[in-house]
């Protein structure tokens, strides 16, 4: 009963996992710029670990990255579900498609502003000796 009960919950759980892949290579298949995101963030994540920063900036810096990306696929799931409900052109569809896009455009800069925080005085440091 209970290896059943493990081969039911290891099933479901491996099916969670397909679903989540489907979504994620729906996102990289159809918006080009998650592919912008993760190629900056992997430049930043290399650059903080050339520069040997902390694990905890470097850690902050992968938790940006992520957040970007994760919000880039909200706003495309947003996207999809709003495109099935209006198929015409409608101003609420429009302005919380626009609110969506906002949202993942203030994360990129809070996480541009992140960045700079994170590496402009390592780099100073190392160009100016300061």
């Keep these: ?18 679903y989540a892949t489907a979504g994620i290579k729906h996102t990289l298949r159809t918006q080009v710029n ?3 995101q993760i190629a900056v963030g ?8 050339y520069g040997h920063l ?23 799931a947003l996207e999809e579900i709003l495109d099935l409900i209006e198929k015409k052109h409608h101003l609420k ?17 809070t996480s541009l502003l992140i960045g700079i925080l994170i590496l402009l005085p390592p780099l100073f440091r190392a160009l100016f000796g300061l």
Excluded at 5 to 12: D, N, P
Excluded at 93 to 109: P, S, T, Y
């Design 34 to 36: 998650i592919w912008v």
């Design 54 to 76: 902390s694990r905890w900036e470097i850690g902050l810096l992968v938790l940006t990255v992520g957040a970007v990306v994760a919000a880039e696929m909200f706003n495309t």
């Design 93 to 109: 569809v429009k302005v919380a498609k626009d609110i969506a896009a906002g949202a993942v455009l203030v994360l990129a800069f």
């Design 1 to 18: 009963m209970i290896k059943r009960i493990k081969e039911a919950f290891f099933l479901r759980h491996l099916h969670s996992y397909r």
């Design 42 to 49: 992997l430049l930043v994540i290399l650059a903080a670990v």
